[in-house]
T-cell receptor
Framework: DAEITQSPRHKITETGRQVTLACHQT?????MFWYRQDLGHGLRLIHY???????NKGEVSDGYSVSRSNTEDLPLTLESAASSQTSVYFC?????????????FGPGTRLTVT | AQSVAQPEDQVNVAEGNPLTVKCTYS??????LFWYVQYPNRGLQFLLK??????LVKGSYGFEAEFNKSQTSFHLKKPSALVSDSALYFC????????????FGRGTSLIVHP
């Protein structure tokens, strides 16, 4: 069965370190998204991609970057981790041909920055 | 611009009673509306969507939602709640002809009491 996976599921890192969160989907979806979820804020979009070599900033992109070298993967990099980036991160994907398609979410990565 | 509101942070219901989780939206054109559920320590799961046609949409786990254009609402319902329905529920909207980026509500925590 097709799926979307994230790794690691839990990560503790120190302030100032670079961290990369992996996202891999086997749906063959063109669209991929990164969100963070914090109490009181719901889901906030960090970056998204409509296809290979395409990346776009979301509403909370400062301090984060992504690259899309193939259809299956959209890794999220925190250039220099800050305590404000402690959060739960979700990757999602959807078909790229219509806005009628739902998103499929990964299980999440809980990141703690100390 | 598209927006969605979930006016209740929390809904409490007794097991066996009907439940309603409210969602209202705002778009310039025709809406595409989605409901997702999030169980503890899991990613969001798609429940159902309204694209066009019948205003009553049936989805997974016995849930249904009613699209009401005049009231710009898309409330999630279930005739008989189960304790296992306790979770966080998100409403999302995209606009016909708009981007593939949905706007999510802040989420409603549903608590079903035995």
């Amino acid at each position: 069965d097709a799926e979307i996976t994230q790794s690691p599921r839990h990560k503790i890192t120190e302030t100032g370190r670079q961290v990369t969160l992996a996202c891999h989907q086997t749906w063959n979806h063109n669209n991929m998204f990164w969100y963070r979820q914090d109490l009181g804020h719901g889901l906030r979009l960090i970056h998204y991609s409509y296809g290979v070599h395409d990346t776009n900033k979301g509403e909370v992109s400062d301090g984060y970057s992504v690259s899309r070298s193939n259809t299956e993967d959209l890794p999220l990099t925190l250039e220099s981790a800050a305590s404000s980036q402690t959060s739960v991160y979700f990757c999602a994907s959807s078909e790229g041909t219509s806005a009628t398609y739902e998103q499929y979410f990964g299980p999440g990565t809980r990141l703690t920055v100390t | 611009a598209q927006s969605v509101a979930q006016p209740e942070d929390q809904v409490n219901v007794a097991e066996g009673n009907p439940l309603t989780v409210k969602c209202t939206y705002s778009v310039s054109g025709n809406p595409y509306l989605f409901w997702y559920v999030q169980y503890p320590n899991r990613g969001l799961q798609f429940l159902l969507k309204y694209i066009t046609g019948d205003n009553l949409v049936k989805g997974s786990y016995g849930f249904e939602a009613e699209f009401n254009k005049s009231q710009t609402s898309f409330h999630l319902k279930k005739p008989s709640a189960l304790v296992s329905d306790s979770a966080l529920y998100f409403c999302a909207v995209r606009e016909d002809g708009g981007s593939y980026i949905p706007t999510f509500g802040r989420g409603t925590s549903l608590i079903v009491h035995p």
